[in-house]
């Protein structure tokens, strides 16, 4: 079974800009996390999107937004970009999105502002 | 506020030396403690989900364990490839997912 991907891998935007990052969660899996990991903070949560809806969000500004699609994949976007939104941008998936399920993380993309 | 610490934050052992990860956590109502294992550049792999006080799980070399307060996760006769940082999460309150609560980490080297 094919594990969550993200795209791009890799991405350098300068301040001002805005960017969008892509999430294909594991097949069947239908909750989607986001999570933000600086080496200061290290790993934040964003929001979680289960059925194209977002049932929770963390403590992040409204720059930060997400969606999630019918097939379950989702995207994340952050807008005005700010040299503190570098980071590795982390992606989860669940298969019901409750409490005690087991979130499954992608390789992440790594976001630089400059 | 849910709240995990990790220690030590960092552990440097010879190989087959044993030692264990301590990972204390405060939260309102556990509904479950997550390992895993994050390589450099890599996303987290996922490694036991233990749910209740008195629980323990085993793969390979390692071993996790938890208790009211905090959750060990034990390393016998590490081989140089168990070198990672080893992250503590824990997920509490209701039904839905509300996001992992991560602590800072154990980066763990195994020297050959």
């Known amino acids: 079974k094919a594990g969550v991907t993200q795209t791009p891998r890799y991405l350098i935007k300068t301040r001002g800009q805005q960017v969008t990052l892509s999430c294909s969660p594991i097949s069947g899996h239908r909750s989607v996390s986001w999570y933000q990991q600086t080496p200061g903070q290290g790993l934040q949560f964003l929001f979680e999107?289960?059925?194209?809806?977002?049932?929770n969000k963390g403590n992040f500004p409204g720059r930060f937004s997400g969606r999630q699609f019918s097939n379950s994949r989702s995207e994340m976007n952050v807008s005005t970009l700010e040299l503190g939104d570098s980071a590795l941008y982390l992606c989860a998936s669940s298969f019901r999105g409750t409490a005690t399920d087991t979130q499954y993380f992608g390789p992440g993309t790594r976001l630089t502002v400059l | 506020e849910d709240q995990v610490t990790q220690s030590p934050e960092a552990l440097r052992l010879q190989e087959g030396e044993s030692s264990s990860l301590n990972c204390s956590y405060t939260v309102s109502g556990l509904r479950g403690l997550f390992w895993y294992r994050q390589d450099p550049g890599k996303g987290p792999e996922f490694l036991f989900t233990l749910y209740s006080a008195g629980e323990e799980k085993e793969k390979e070399r390692l071993k996790a364990t938890l208790t009211k307060k905090e959750s060990f996760l034990h390393i016998t006769a590490p081989k140089p490839e168990d070198s990672a940082t080893y992250l503590c999460a824990v997920q509490s309150g209701g039904g839905g997912a509300d996001g992992l609560t991560f602590g800072k980490g154990t980066h763990l080297i195994i020297q050959p």
């Open positions: 999107y289960f059925s194209e809806t977002q049932r």
